[in-house]
């Protein structure tokens, strides 16, 4: 075994693959002695490990041995291989395979040089490194410009930075791909931080609500969020509809950029849950 090949049992299961699998894709091959097609497999496997270098981790799980774990996950053949992400079972085939239709698995499961680079860059936006992230995601979409996960992490970089028309421009010709939703529930704040570029709130003056909002908009560029934030539930304690509920979508893409799990969108998520209902 070397270090990117492991055999696996009931008692290190959770460690070896679940909870490895948060940092790495863990491949999962269920084998026995006794499978003569285990042994033709079981070779191509290892070969694929080593030349992957440790993008993938191979765990070997002797079915005879650990019957718990191939009852768990519904194993009823042998070889049968489990490709392993985030704690979940990604994909998955059974039998004996060609080494081509194996590599293909493979390839499909590890992330490519662009996807690892905007997955590491996504560890700077929860750390409030825009810039750093901006530039990490820059490098991301220089590799692949159809990068839909670099393109939603630059976008949120830059609405961070204040920069609402560079997101817009970004919103315009959004990569296909799931993250095109979340990017656009970030467009009201990058229309507010354009107007604030442009030097005027973009709203009819005579609006009283209107010079707050823009306001919130002006401590959103200078970095000084929880004011920013307080402005936004003020307006919706006056009216909760303003601008068709706008200081609210508002509130919710600054939630979006800094996670779920973030000081402040917990604090103020509460704070706007208080105040709508």
């Known amino acids: 075994m070397n270090p990117f090949m492991l055999d696996v049992n009931e008692a290190n299961f959770e460690q070896e693959v679940l909870l490895r699998s948060h940092e790495v894709?863990?491949?999962?091959?269920?084998?026995?002695?006794?499978?003569?097609?285990?042994?033709?497999?079981?070779?191509?496997?290892?070969r694929l490990a080593i030349e992957g270098g440790g993008r993938f981790i191979l765990a070997k799980i002797n079915v005879d041995q650990n019957p718990g774990l191939a009852m768990r996950f519904g194993v009823q053949g042998i070889p049968a291989v489990k490709a392993f992400k985030q704690g979940k079972v990604e994909t998955e085939f059974v039998g004996s395979q060609p080494e081509p239709v194996v590599r293909r698995f493979i390839q499909r499961l590890i992330p490519s040089p662009a996807e690892q680079a905007a997955q590491a860059a996504n560890s700077l936006l929860v750390t409030h490194h825009w810039k750093e992230a901006e530039e990490a995601f820059r490098e991301a979409l220089a590799e692949d410009g159809r990068n839909a996960v670099a393109a939603l992490g630059l976008m949120k970089s830059l609405l961070m930075q204040g920069r609402g028309g560079e997101a817009l421009a970004l919103l315009e010709d959004f990569p296909p791909g799931s993250e095109w939703a979340i990017a656009e529930q970030l467009r009201p704040l990058a229309e507010l931080?354009?107007?604030?570029?442009?030097?005027?709130?973009?709203?009819?003056?005579?609006?009283?609500?209107?010079?707050?909002?823009?306001?919130?908009?002006?401590?959103i560029v200078r970095g000084n969020l929880p004011a920013a934030m307080d402005g936004l539930l003020d307006i919706l304690r006056q009216d909760k509809r303003y601008r068709d509920g706008l200081p609210r979508k508002i509130l919710l893409a600054i939630f979006s950029i800094l996670g779920d799990e973030d000081t402040l969108t917990r604090q103020y998520r509460e704070e706007l849950a208080s105040v709508l209902f």
Do not use: M, S
């Open 193 to 219: 931080l354009a107007a604030v570029e442009n030097n005027g709130p973009g709203y009819d003056e005579q609006d009283p609500l209107a010079a707050e909002l823009y306001q919130a908009g002006r401590l």
């Open 25 to 46: 894709p863990v491949v999962v091959d269920f084998w026995a002695e006794w499978c003569g097609p285990c042994k033709v497999l079981g070779p191509i496997l290892e």
